[in-house]
Nanobody, 123 residues
Framework: QVQLVDSGGGSVQTGGSLSLACEPT????????FGWFRQTPTKEREAVGF????????NFADSVKGRFTISKDNAMNTLYLQMNSLKPEDTAMYYC????????????????WGRGTQVTVSS
């Protein structure tokens, strides 16, 4: 069965960058859709962005648009989230999710989730 391993979190100062990765433990092919989400103790989990399997089209939340980039390495079936110009508001636990159905990813009902990786941005 599919397991997702998300990694790359850490602590950075405002304006810094981090790159997160989400790696399935088995080869799931190129048809899976991926999403990145984040959650804090005071906010419910929210979508950061998505990349769709076949088209590789991406979609981002307004709060991160222009600063974050999602990409996928089809050879490795690995998802990446490049985060630039980080702000304290970006501090959260970040989770990746994947599913063959795009709507399950968008509506946070994916069958497969990572355990989460913490991102902390300080002033």
């Amino acid at each position: 069965q599919v397991q997702l391993v998300d990694s790359g979190g850490g602590s950075v100062q405002t304006g810094g960058s981090l790159s997160l990765a989400c790696e399935p433990t088995i080869d799931i092919g190129s048809s899976y859709c991926f999403g990145w989400f984040r959650q804090t103790p005071t906010k419910e989990r929210e979508a950061v962005g998505f990349i769709y399997g076949r088209s590789s089209r991406t979609n981002f939340a307004d709060s991160v648009k222009g600063r974050f980039t999602i990409s996928k390495d089809n050879a490795m079936n690995t998802l990446y989230l490049q985060m630039n110009s980080l702000k304290p508001e970006d501090t959260a636990m970040y989770y990746c999710a994947a599913d063959p159905s795009w709507y399950k990813v968008v509506w946070q009902t994916s069958n497969f989730w990572g355990r989460g990786t913490q991102v902390t941005v300080s002033s």
